[in-house]
């Protein structure tokens, strides 16, 4: 784990995801989480990187909004007033309105949102559904290959400025044997990865015969992709 770093910016990583949280703090940032209530399912693209942008995109307007939510509610407490109102559309990565009191504060807060899906044999696979699907998910990897499309976007809430991007990593798989899957199936860890690829748990790990690109970006969060961008809207 890299030494903890005391950059001049606060930063909020948009997921509860464990691995997520575990990659940023290897990365030595210390941050805090809040999560997107949005319907992930009613934003729908035909590419797996337009996919994956909208719905990172979707969700950095859903923590902004919460934010702004509870600013107000702040000010409404102290007896003052004040009314913020940003339109915006989900595709767009450019300058924003800066939110709330972060804009007044004397150094930025960056917010972290991503998202990721599988693509196997052509076709977008999120979350399985159920632990049929799951089952189904993995022994059509085993002896196969697929790939993960994950997208980070970064907001800066002192500023408004966005930015974003999506790295793609490719998964090679040795013939995984039925009794795995079921353990796996049984842990119900496959149910929580989008497309039920998993990498990094020690039943399946002997079963990776090759990863193209880096196994943090398979976990959800590039490391690379995630520097570059808290750089770009500094």
Known sequence: MEAKKTPPFKVILG???????????????QFTVMTADIDEKAIR??????????????KADAIVAKLQSINNLEKI????TSVLVAADTAEAISERLPIGDYAQRAEPTLLITTDQVVVYDGAIREKPSNEEEARQFMKDYSGGHAATVGSVVVTNLKTGLRKGGWDRVEIHFHEIPDEVIEKLVEEGIVLKAAGGLIIEHPLIVPFVKQVVGTTDSVMGLPKALTEKLLKEVL
């Open 45 to 58: 693209k035909e590419k797996p990187e337009e996919l994956v942008m909208a719905l990172a995109e979707a």
């Open 77 to 80: 407490a102290e007896a003052e």
């Open 15 to 29: 997921s509860a995801s464990i691995a997520r949280k575990t990659i940023l703090a290897e990365m030595g940032y």
